[in-house]
């Protein structure tokens, strides 16, 4: 009997260790369990947020280039010869800053070389617009003053050749005061616009 009870004791004894570790292992896959599922799950970057944005390697142009025309007798009749005027970029602020000064510049007239203008002395830019493929220009009533015919078809030229500068297959409205140009000058030059580099030299051959 006595060697039964202390069977039992031991039994008992082994029952409650190994209850123990039980108990000691489940609170253990408990605890990893529960920092398991407290532990911050990793996600996956977002695309371009680790990716710092880059500032474009191209520079503008400091400057732009376009072409005042002027007169230039030559053999048998009058050339329209091209100037190059620069314009900074610093400048350029209005949608057509390049294209008015190349205006003002032919309005103000050659200021070295041989070649000539026939516009009047005077002239002033009223407005410029260009949009597209068209540009118009409205220029003083100066414009229509002086001058024969030849004179009058040698001006128009500068204005269309110098107003399609940046755009040579643009299409030219040239207005006086606000109003199209119709009929230039005494001796009735009818314009027929709007007027292109194409249309100018073959129906007002210089």
Known sequence: MKDQQGSNRISSGIIAAVAAAV????????????QSNNAPTPTKPS?????????????????QTANVYWLRPNDKNIALVPQPVRVARATA?????????????????????????????????????????????????????GGGSASMIGRVGQVVYTATTLNPKAKVYIDVNGKPLDVLGGEGVELQQPLTRESFDKNYPL
Not at 47 to 63: F, H, L, M, Y
Not at 129 to 138: L, Q, T
């Open 93 to 145: 602020v209005r949608p057509n800053q390049v294209l008015e000064t190349a205006l003002q510049s032919l309005l103000a007239g050659p200021t070295e070389g041989t070649d000539s203008t026939t516009i009047p002395k005077g002239t002033k830019l009223l407005g410029l617009k260009a949009d597209n493929d068209e540009v118009r220009v409205n220029l003083s009533e100066e414009f229509t003053s």
């Open 23 to 34: 108990v000691a292992v489940g609170g253990g896959v408990a605890w990893l369990t529960a």
């Open 47 to 63: 695309q371009g947020i680790d990716q710092p944005v880059q500032p474009s390697t191209r520079q503008p142009a400091n400057e």
